[in-house]
């Protein structure tokens, strides 16, 4: 089963920037279609956005134009660039394939706040 450590989130000013790194075990990685996923206070997981094996993307209406999601299959790595940050982008985020049923990792807190 592919496990997955998120990491790059941290506390930013409304309108800033951040990269998500999501790095994956497992040399199958590149077959996946992966999904960042967050969670935000009292709230529950959504998912934001999604890129197939070959490179195909789609996004949340709330993040579209803002948010980009990409891979590096050699590197067994999905990222999420996420510019011109809003508070309601607070929120825990997580990486995963949807609809796998899969675990989930830790996930990399981003709080947006002034």
């Known amino acids: 089963q592919v496990q997955f450590v998120e990491s790059g989130g941290g506390l930013v000013q409304p309108g800033g920037s951040l990269r998500l790194s999501c790095a994956a075990s497992?040399?199958?990685?590149?077959?996946?279609?992966m999904g960042w996923y967050r969670q935000p206070p009292g709230k529950q997981r959504e998912l934001v956005a999604v890129i197939s094996s070959g490179g195909s993307t789609n996004y949340a209406d709330s993040v579209k134009g803002r948010f980009t999601i990409s891979r590096d299959n050699a590197k067994n790595t999905a990222y999420l660039q996420m510019n011109t940050l809003k508070p309601e982008d607070t929120a825990i985020y997580y990486c995963?394939?949807?609809?796998?049923?899969?675990?989930w990792g830790p996930g990399t807190q981003v709080t947006v706040s002034s």
């Open positions: 995963n394939v949807p609809g796998s049923g899969g675990s």
């Open positions: 497992g040399s199958i990685f590149r077959i996946y279609t």
